[in-house]
RNA sequence: AGGACUAUAGCUCAGUUGGUUAGAGCGCUACCUUGACAUGGUAGAGGUCCCCAGUUCGAAUCUGGGUAGUCCUACCA
């Protein structure tokens, strides 16, 4: 084995020897264990997000494995209709053509080809991180099967009447030319102007001011509305107003939705452009003036010289002709929340469109009962709360969108323009005898996140009824960000709940979102991304700065992206593996919600696996060709080997505990704790003095052996989820010694927690010999004895136990601690530096190594701090209350804390004393 | 406007039902190429647990108020 770890060496290598032997597909026998992986963009590629949740589910999924349970993680993608649209269009844009050139067919033909093309990148990635998916039963939400599944929904939602078409106000992205839900719409405050113009009433009698931020919207105008008790315009109420430029009466209006002390207290009504004021013209009665097309610019309902004219321009030129008509009260800055498409990034424009909606507020009730029950848990607990408050305010969900590529809505409509719902065109004339009635699909396909929405039962075959569906559904546990509660968790709940009459998991596992060094969202266009798998396989600095000005939004912030990745990763990112990564991610999902990647740690667990890969190495080289008592031969377990495998239990059992209660950051803790601190830096050095001890006997050597083996090899067990490259690799090189049999450790058996493997003895037999190692070791430091002086120690008030233990693990004292020898003092022992273990004073004699006076400070300093301890306690202890009132436990506990303290402080300022004298 | 979350070492974060001398990693200081590992070892320094008040014998932890930051929902034209 290398000295060093390398992890490219090994991982490509492992992960194709396990998918080609089929461990991932599950077992069919067991438990049934289910996760379904959140569909990434069939066309995109791998992000911190991904890798990070990917890779809880791949643990979960080894954990459970591991543990026998009859596990299936499925993948998959999702078509991501604006998306890849977009991607597609941009395409054709570079080859001088279009979608509407090339026709509806050859366009969804173009993006199946991409798909092909771009589709692996992302499962390729997928793989590149561990993860252990059932790669057989991958699905795409465009696979005839999940688009049946869409059909089937679709048509039954409609019959039960929770279906809708409608003419209302959507939101139209004028740039792509589709509708777009709610929850696509992005408001986020901008800086804009308050326009106050005035309009003249009608029979001349004066003018009312009206405030607004968007001018433009004027020409639609049908009418003013006015607060009913607002005295300063309750006698206008009724009249009409003249609407400049366009020439039209309007009334006003009193309506309880203006608010008095706002702008000027009046309200201009554009209800075919506004959300509010559709509300507002509606209970008034007025008409819809649309005065917008598909691109947003002005049609034919306005005056001549505006037609064609875009938003922008409309607005400068009404702005202009009031400001002629001395109609311009005046102008304010002011801020205003701006709607924009979340992919399209320009301003959203409520628009009147025929659209499909889901009857969300139906759907909701079943799926809000289902958290309230307790039969879908949020972890952490406080999600709950942000799911019902969206769920309790729901609004009807618009699903229609106007693109190609997705599932075309399953309505024809004959030329009178009646709709007719079905599975196919063949059904609905059937069903409808139609004849042959010329039909004309809708145009239409159907919001991703609606297909999404039957994921957990599309994929395992609805509306089929299958064994699979059967077996694997409801899922275990849904792993997810807390971005996508409402887009995707919401309606998986409302959908599955309904079609299935069962939740589609038991348990939403809310991570947090991956974020830079900074707290900042990772974007593109901030040229902040880093690529899990750079982060594997390194990166040199000029590619990383090469892709990270690539594609950029902003030209202009190609300089300073590539200033600060140059300044952030002087040499590039190096190599650090897969299981670094992973460990890493893992080690960072505490209950928080931003995770902040810190570089540190990536390598600080690269590290970690070095060490392992070390120990390994060690074990290996000391064991063997050796008998290891696989075979059967007596042992005999010295105390160190009890000891390891003592606390080698408690580390199963955190681990456990952690993984059930989703804290992964703490299993991971555990494990580093127990492998570096526990295992690698006290045991393997207690093994020394025995294996290099000419007089251990084949028993004792044998016991050691063992136990080297075996709490390694149940240790790479307890870690294969979180790292399940170097502890398959090791494993393999392990198995023979530990004399398991198996062909893969990932499905071995997982550690489980024993009580009766621990062992208190041992532990408090090493807890002394630690204190006592430790204690020479700090008077070493701290007096500058070079390591490889070996020196005598002396014993001073050891009790019958100190003694025994003494004589029995002297090897190990004189080893660790690099002694000469331990003797018990006599009366008059000589000048020495002192530490304390329990009552024990620990003598190293002076002569010629240590200074009196650095002596004499170093004692002061831990006199200084035992006095505040003992001022501390004994307030508390003379504090009546305290003595009163608190449970006997603690009191016994802090007077022994008490005692312990006093008698330190006087064997120190005893030893002080007796330096001083010199 | 409502709500949620966060505030602990220079940095990134743990801290279970109130009882610890408040922890880890990275970074820092000193020493060490000892036969697994310098991607290492040993020792050490470093904290007003954001502020104020309250509850309690006892508060990093519970309550109220404040400050700062992040986010979500709704929205005033």
């Known amino acids: 084995m290398d000295t060093t770890y390398q992890p490219s060496d090994i991982e490509q290598r492992l992960y194709e020897a396990w998918e080609s032997a089929g461990y991932f597909k599950p077992s069919g026998t067991g438990s049934p264990y289910t996760i379904m992986i959140p569909p990434p963009n069939v066309t995109g590629s791998l992000h911190m997000g991904h890798g990070f949740q990917d890779t809880i589910m791949d643990v979960l999924i080894r954990y459970h494995r591991m543990k026998g349970c009859d596990t299936l993680w499925q993948p998959g993608t999702d078509h991501a209709g ?34 092909e093309q771009s589709g692996g990148t992302i499962t390729k990635q997928l793989r590149r991180l561990g993860a252990s998916p059932d790669w057989s039963r991958e699905r795409f939400t465009m696979d005839p099967g999940l688009s049946k599944a869409v059909q089937e929904v679709f048509v039954q939602l409609f019959e039960q009447g929770l279906i809708y078409r409608g003419k209302r106000l959507v939101n139209w992205d004028p740039k792509l030319h589709t509708a777009i839900s709610d929850l696509e719409v992005i408001s986020e405050e901008e800086k804009g ?4 113009f005035s309009y003249p009433l009608a029979d001349g009698s004066g003018s009312i ?50 608010e008095k002390d706002f702008g000027t207290g009046c309200v201009k009504i554009t209800p075919a452009h506004d959300f509010n004021d559709y509300e507002v013209g509606k209970r008034h009665d007025m008409p819809l003036i649309n005065i917008l097309d598909k691109n947003a610019c002005l049609n034919e309902n306005t005056p001549a010289d505006y037609q064609g004219l875009s938003r922008e321009d409309a607005r400068k030129k009404v702005i202009a002709d009031l400001d002629a008509l001395g109609l311009m009260v005046k102008i304010e800055d002011h801020t205003l929340k701006v709607p924009r498409g979340d992919r399209s990034g320009v301003v959203i424009e409520p628009w009147l469109t025929d659209q499909w909606y889901v009857d969300a507020k139906t759907l909701a009730g079943p799926a809000i009962e289902a958290v309230e029950s307790g039969d879908i848990q949020f972890v952490p607990k406080n999600w709950e709360n942000t799911y019902f408050a969206w769920m309790r305010d729901i609004q009807d969900w618009c699903i229609s969108r106007q693109l190609w590529w997705g599932h075309r809505i399953p309505a024809w409509y004959d030329e009178q323009g009646n709709v007719f719902v079905g599975r196919s065109e063949e059904e609905v004339r059937a069903k409808h005898n139609l004849g042959d009635t010329p039909l004309h699909q809708d145009d239409d396909v159907l919001d991703t996140w609606f297909s999404s929405a039957l994921w957990t039962f599309s994929t395992l075959g609805w509306p089929e009824s ?39 998991f038991k348990t939403v596992y809310v991570h947090g979102l991956v974020r830079d060094a900074e707290g900042q969202k990772m974007s593109k266009s901030k040229g902040n991304v880093l690529d ?15 892709k990270r000005t690539t594609g950029l939004m902003q030209p202009k912030m190609r300089a300073k ?27 960072l999902a505490s209950t928080g919600r931003d995770i902040k990647f810190d570089m540190g740690r990536i390598e600080g667990y690269r590290n970690f696996c070095n060490k392992i890969w070390n120990a390994a190495r060690y074990v290996l080289m000391n064991t063997e060709g050796h008998d290891c008592g696989q075979t059967g031969n007596s042992v005999q377990l010295s105390v160190a080997d009890r000891w390891i495998l003592s606390r080698l239990e408690h580390t199963q059992e955190a681990v456990a505990k952690a993984i059930s209660e989703y804290r992964f950051d703490l299993a991971s803790q555990s494990l580093y704790e127990f492998i570096w601190n526990e295992y690698c830096d006290w045991y393997l050095e207690l093994s020394k003095p025995v294996l290099w001890d000419d007089n251990s006997s084949e028993e004792q050597l044998r016991g050691t052996r063992q136990t080297l083996v075996k709490a390694l090899e149940t240790a790479l067990r307890l870690a294969h989820p979180f790292m399940p490259f170097i502890t398959e690799e090791i494993w393999q090189k392990l198995k023979a010694l530990a004399g398991v049999e198996g062909d893969t450790i990932m499905l ?75 003797q018990i003092a006599d009366d008059n022992p000589p000048l020495s530096a002192t530490a304390l273990v329990g009552d024990m004073s620990i003598l190293v004699p002076m002569a010629g190594l240590i200074d009196v006076n650095a002596e004499i400070a170093r004692l002061e300093k831990d006199l200084a701090k035992l006095d505040n301890e003992i001022t501390r306690l004994s307030g508390k202890l003379s504090n009546e209350g305290f003595v009163a009132k608190a449970p006997a436990a603690v009191i016994d506990k802090e007077r022994e804390k008490l005692a312990i303290a006093t008698d330190a402080k006087s064997k120190i300022d005893d030893q002080i004393q007796s330096l001083r004298q010199i």
């Open 466 to 504: 299958t064994a699979e569906l059967e077996r694997y559904h409801p899922t275990s546990v849904l792993v997810t960000g807390f971005d996508i509660i409402f887009f995707w968790v919401a309606r998986m709940i409302m959908m599955t709940l309904h079609f299935k009459k069962e939740v589609p």
């Open 193 to 196: 102007s308050m326009w106050h």
């Open 748 to 822: 071995a058996a997982y550690p489980e927690f024993n009580s009766a493997n621990v062992d208190t003895d041992a532990e408090s037999d090493i807890e002394w010999l630690k204190s006592f190692i430790e204690g020479i070791r700090t008077i070493r430091g701290e007096m500058n004895i070079a390591p490889s002086k070996a020196i005598p120690v002396l014993v001073k008030d050891a009790s019958s136990q100190d003694v025994a233990r003494i004589e029995q693990y002297s090897n190990f004292l004189i080893k660790l601690a690099k002694l000469e020898a331990v």
């Open 209 to 258: 001011t009206v405030a607004t931020t968007r001018p433009e919207t004027m020409l639609g105008d049908t009418c003013v509305a006015v607060h009913p008790d607002d005295e300063r315009y309750q006698h206008l109420v009724g009249k009409m107003i003249l609407l400049p430029i366009a020439n039209r009466e309007i009334p006003i209006v009193a309506d309880e939705y203006v």
């Open 532 to 546: 899990p798998i750079d982060l594997i396989d390194g990166i040199d600095l000029d590619t990383l700065v090469s």
């Open 561 to 587: 992206v590539e200033k600060k990745t140059r300044k952030e990763f002087p040499e590039g990112i190096a190599s650090y593996g897969t299981d670094a990564l992973r460990f890493t991610y893992l080690s």
């Open 82 to 115: 604006i998306a890849t649209q977009m991607v597609v269009e941009r395409q054709l844009l570079e080859q001088n053509t279009t979608r509407h050139e090339l026709g509806r067919e050859a366009f969804i033909d173009k993006i199946w080809d991409w798909k």
